[in-house]
């Protein structure tokens, strides 16, 4: 996608005046974030959510209805991840063809049922209270002098990572390098990608490489206080264990790394910092609202696999089906963690059905361990912000939080 050219001012420098209506300035500052991350894409694909499905030459199908885009989600024999157009064309020649993401039918649920073992929201919170307690503190210590929560959440979805992919230990500096290399590979996608270059594969083989190799190493070690020794327990071959690493590192942080700064923001900006930081059963309601309002997967992909219908669409296999989460999320209003989401929402943004995200446990205890740091310091507040320009998920390029 094209680089912003923001004609607007992406940068604020000092906190909101009370009397500024929240409604004004949060929409105004998401809106900010999405087009300078894409600033032809999402006023092209926010335009195609007048209709609830409509087929778009050269891009496929774009449904941007919630009730149809779940319909479809839920119907994994129609529906694929294994087809021509689907993510499954991305990841496999760099994954491997055995990594959930790109798998279908009977081995998938198989595979699924083992890993889903991992991920258990008792084992990820304690994984997440483990590994980042000690980072937190010294996160919390920093903020009288004001604390980028984006380079910090790049550095602790990275420690966390690591942890689950076997690279325990390491620096800030490590972290933000793994960040960094997993950033390499997932800005390579945009919306009308299909399949990687020969050089993008390269490049991104080059990175999961050593990846792989300390995954295999955890694994034989055999050592389940860890995640790939706990996979090696479930029954998981050397080569499922490697290719799950790799998935995990790949969808594993930029979800959590940029979600955080925009929910600090979204409670700043509608006067709810307080709110929840006094109140701690406000909070996960609001991470879902801000899950919902930002929608950390803007676009799912699916490959039809047979003849079927998508509300008045007729498709044919071989199509390319885009769900358009962001019309589906956004159609809902705008930031109101007091509005309870219908069924037919609830948590797109992580998909539903067979593939629903595996790792949504982990995603959860890592943003409410975070949020929960932030929120028990008295007085936080947002002091400077600006967007990033050309990345594949809307972001802050900085976001200084200060108490």
């Known amino acids: 996608m094209t680089p912003a050219r923001a004609k607007t001012p992406a940068r604020e420098t000092k906190p909101a005046r009370a009397k500024t209506p929240a409604r004004e300035k949060t929409p105004n500052w998401e809106t900010r974030l999405n087009l300078a991350a894409h600033p032809l894409a999402y006023p092209f694909v926010r335009a195609l959510g007048r209709r609830p499905v409509v087929r778009v030459p050269g891009l496929g199908v774009v449904v941007s209805d919630a009730a149809l885009a779940r319909r479809v989600l839920m119907?994994?024999?129609?529906?694929?991840?294994?087809?021509?157009?689907?993510s499954g064309d991305l990841w496999t020649p760099i994954l491997g063809p055995s990594v959930l993401l790109n798998m279908e039918g009977e081995a998938h649920r198989a595979l699924r049922r083992r890993l889903?073992?991992?991920?258990?929201?008792?084992?990820?919170?304690?994984?997440?209270?483990?590994?980042?307690?000690?980072?937190?503190?010294?996160?919390?210590?920093?903020?009288?002098?004001?604390?980028?929560?984006?380079?910090?959440?790049?550095?602790?979805?990275?420690?966390?990572?690591?942890?689950?992919?076997?690279l325990s230990g390491g620096t800030r500096d490590?972290?933000?390098?793994?960040?960094?290399?997993?950033?390499?590979?997932?800005?390579?996608?945009?919306?009308?990608?299909?399949?990687?270059?020969?050089?993008?594969?390269?490049?991104?083989?080059?990175?999961?490489?050593?990846?792989?190799?300390?995954?295999?190493?955890?694994?034989?070690?055999?050592?389940?206080?860890?995640?790939?020794?706990?996979?090696?327990?479930?029954?998981?071959?050397?080569?499922?264990?490697?290719?799950?690493?790799?998935?995990?590192?790949?969808?594993?942080?930029?979800?959590?790394?940029?979600?955080?700064?925009?929910l600090i923001a979204l409670l700043h900006d509608h006067g709810r910092l307080a709110d929840v930081a006094a109140d701690e059963r406000l909070l996960d309601p609001a991470i879902d609202e801000a899950m919902r309002a930002t929608v950390p997967t803007p676009v799912m992909l699916r490959s039809v696999h047979a003849a079927?219908?998508?509300?008045?669409?007729?498709v044919r296999p071989g199509d390319r089906v885009l769900i358009a989460t962001?019309?589906?999320?956004?159609?809902?209003?705008?930031?109101?963690?007091?509005?309870?989401?219908?069924?037919?929402?609830?948590?797109?943004?992580?998909?539903?059905?067979?593939?629903?995200?595996i790792g949504f446990p982990l995603a959860h205890a890592e943003i409410r361990a975070v949020a929960s740091a932030l929120l028990a310091a008295p007085g936080l507040r947002v002091v400077e912000r600006s967007a990033a320009r050309g990345v594949l998920i809307p972001t802050y390029r900085r976001l200084v939080v200060r108490t």
Request: proline share 6%; hydrophobic share 40%; charged share 25%.
């Open 174 to 262: 490590d972290h933000r390098h793994l960040f960094e290399a997993g950033e390499r590979i997932v800005g390579m996608v945009t919306l009308r990608t299909r399949t990687l270059s020969d050089r993008q594969k390269a490049v991104a083989q080059s990175v999961l490489g050593p990846i792989g190799e300390t995954a295999a190493a955890a694994y034989r070690a055999g050592d389940e206080t860890t995640v790939l020794g706990r996979m090696r327990g479930l029954g998981l071959s050397e080569a499922e264990a490697r290719g799950a690493a790799a998935a995990f590192f790949l969808t594993g942080t930029e979800t959590v790394a940029t979600l955080v700064p925009r």
């Open 308 to 314: 079927a219908a998508i509300g008045e669409v007729r």
């Open 326 to 357: 962001i019309n589906c999320c956004r159609a809902y209003g705008p930031f109101d963690p007091d509005r309870p989401q219908p069924p037919e929402l609830k948590r797109l943004w992580f998909g539903a059905g067979p593939h629903f995200c």
């Open 75 to 86: 119907d994994g024999e129609t529906f694929r991840k294994d087809g021509p157009g689907s």
């Open 116 to 166: 889903q073992e991992l991920f258990t929201p008792d084992y990820t919170a304690r994984l997440c209270v483990r590994v980042l307690a000690e980072p937190l503190r010294d996160l919390v210590a920093r903020l009288p002098e004001g604390v980028d929560l984006v380079d910090e959440m790049r550095v602790l979805a990275a420690t966390v990572i690591g942890e689950v992919i076997g």
